[in-house]
C-alpha cells in the first residue's frame, strides 16, 4: 500500500511542478528548444521528474541518474503522444 500511496503522492506533485514550474523552464529555455528543434524538451522533462523525485522524498521515489530520468521523460512523452492521438481521433468521430 505505501507504493500506491507514493505513486499517488508523486503523481500530484507531478502535475503541480508541471502546470507551475514547467511553463517558465519552457520560456526561460525557449532558444535552446529552438536550436535543438524541440529535442530541449524531454530535458525539461527530465528535470521536471527530478524535481518530483526531491520533492517527494529520495527514500521512496528516486531516479538513479538524470539519464534514467531523461529516458523515463521520453517514455512519458510517447505515451501522451499515443493516448492524444487516441482520444482526438474518438473524440473528432463522435463530434
Request: aromatic share 12%.
Amino acid at each position: 500500500m505505501d507504493t500506491l500511496a507514493t505513486a499517488i503522492i508523486a503523481s500530484l506533485v507531478l502535475a503541480i511542478l508541471n502546470w507551475t514550474i514547467k511553463p517558465l523552464l519552457h520560456i526561460i529555455s525557449l532558444p535552446i528548444t529552438f536550436i535543438t528543434f524541440g529535442l530541449f524538451s524531454f530535458v525539461i522533462n527530465a528535470i521536471t521528474l527530478e524535481l518530483t523525485s526531491a520533492l517527494v522524498g529520495a527514500n521512496s521515489f528516486y531516479f538513479n541518474g538524470f539519464g534514467s530520468a531523461l529516458v523515463v521523460a521520453v517514455i512519458l512523452a510517447i505515451c501522451n503522444s499515443i493516448i492524444n492521438s487516441y482520444t482526438m481521433n474518438n473524440f473528432q468521430r463522435r463530434v
